[in-house]
T-cell receptor, first 110, second 113 residues
Framework: KNEVEQSPQNLTAQEGEFITINCSYS?????LHWLQQHPGGGIVSLFMLSSGKKKHGRLIATINIQEKHSSLHITASHPRDSAVYICAVSSGAGSYQLTFGKGTKLSVIP | DTEVTQTPKHLVMGMTNKKSLKCEQH?????MYWYKQKAKKPPELMFV???????INESVPSRFSPECPNSSLLNLHLHALQPEDSALYLC????????????FGQGTRLTVV
């Protein structure tokens, strides 16, 4: 079974700061997902990666398959970015269930 | 349409009640999931349906009964729940491949009294 570790568990930043959240996993995967969850709310898929780098607005996600590591970056952070960010992986051909990390709670202070 | 719609958004039920949660998607996804999420914890997989057939049951108590009447709908029938079953119940859907992006609903906040 894949083990997914995220760091840090909690992160407080000033508005405008550059933020990095890290994720590592223990065995090979078919895809890695970055998810966002606001308090009391549903989950939004931000990125799905199997290699390289993706960018969407102020969000950038990278993955290093050899090192089994991914990072989520937020540039010019804003209070509305405050949420829990969850890394999840799907493993193996035809295996589409997700294994979740414990999440990183981000608070961006004005 | 890239939405997964869950109803109701909130539900309060007694331990002797019978209620149902509903999930709907129109993206043509053939895999649908129920997750349970307790406060400050990641989601825990409960059930997976693939092509309308139950493919995974993660040892969930029988007081939770899933149903997939067609490729767009997923229900979770609740009966004789316990207060510890209070949680956010999330539905998700995806294509049936390992690189499928998962789409989540907003969840049903369930309180058992």
């Amino acid at each position: 079974k894949n083990e997914v570790e995220q760091s840090p568990q909690n992160l407080t930043a000033q508005e405008g700061e550059f933020i990095t959240i890290n994720c590592s996993y223990s065995v090979g995967i078919s895809a890695l997902h970055w998810l966002q969850q606001h308090p009391g709310g549903g989950i939004v898929s931000l990125f799905m990666l199997s290699s390289g780098k993706k960018k969407h607005g102020r969000l950038i996600a990278t993955i290093n398959i050899q090192e089994k590591h991914s990072s989520l970056h937020i540039t010019a952070s804003h209070p509305r970015d405050s949420a829990v960010y969850i890394c999840a992986v799907s493993s193996g051909a035809g295996s589409y269930q997700l294994t979740f990390g414990k999440g990183t709670k981000l608070s961006v202070i004005p | 349409d890239t939405e997964v719609t869950q109803t109701p958004k909130h539900l309060v039920m007694g331990m002797t009640n019978k209620k149902s949660l509903k999930c709907e998607q129109h993206m043509g996804h053939r895999a649908m999931y129920w997750y349970k999420q307790k406060a400050k914890k990641p989601p825990e997989l409960m059930f997976v349906y693939s092509y309308e057939k139950l493919s995974i049951n993660e040892s969930v108590p029988s007081r939770f009964s899933p149903e997939c009447p067609n490729s767009s709908l997923l229900n979770l029938h609740l009966h004789a729940l316990q207060p510890e079953d209070s949680a956010l119940y999330l539905c998700a859907s995806s294509q049936t491949t390992g690189r499928a992006e998962a789409f989540f609903g907003q969840g049903t906040r369930l309180t058992v009294v």
